[in-house]
């Protein structure tokens, strides 16, 4: 079952709402996060970013260095939850890049799990 419409308000008079019609929400989250670009399976260059939002189908982030429009990725975040309120975790999601304004990535993620983890050290 998807989401109803969401109405957004737009800068302009003649469009003052336009419908968000995006099949899953978004959530406007500010964690760090580490990114891998793959090539062949194996990690092209790595990096550091800032999740601006995240869906059951992607994540939007801000990486600190200049990244390609198109390509695999694997993106790990720290949660701010932990496991049993003791063991930390970590979000991974693998896809591909979709989008890329400036340093504004768009990521359609094609699998993603929680991990353990031994502690948050992502995004100095």
Known sequence: MSPAPVLIRTGSLADTYRVDQRSHRRYPIGLNLEYKLLKRGRVGCSGFGKVLNISSRGV?????????????????????????????????????????????????????????????????
């Open 60 to 124: 939007l982030f801000e990486a600190h260095e200049d990244l390609p429009a198109i390509g695999r990725i694997e993106v790990t975040i720290p949660w701010p939850f932990q496991l049993d309120g003791v063991c930390p975790l970590k979000l991974v999601v693998r896809g591909r890049i979709v989008r890329r304004d400036g340093n504004k990535i768009a990521m359609f993620s094609e699998h993603h799990q929680f991990r353990t983890s031994r502690a948050a050290r992502i995004g100095a």
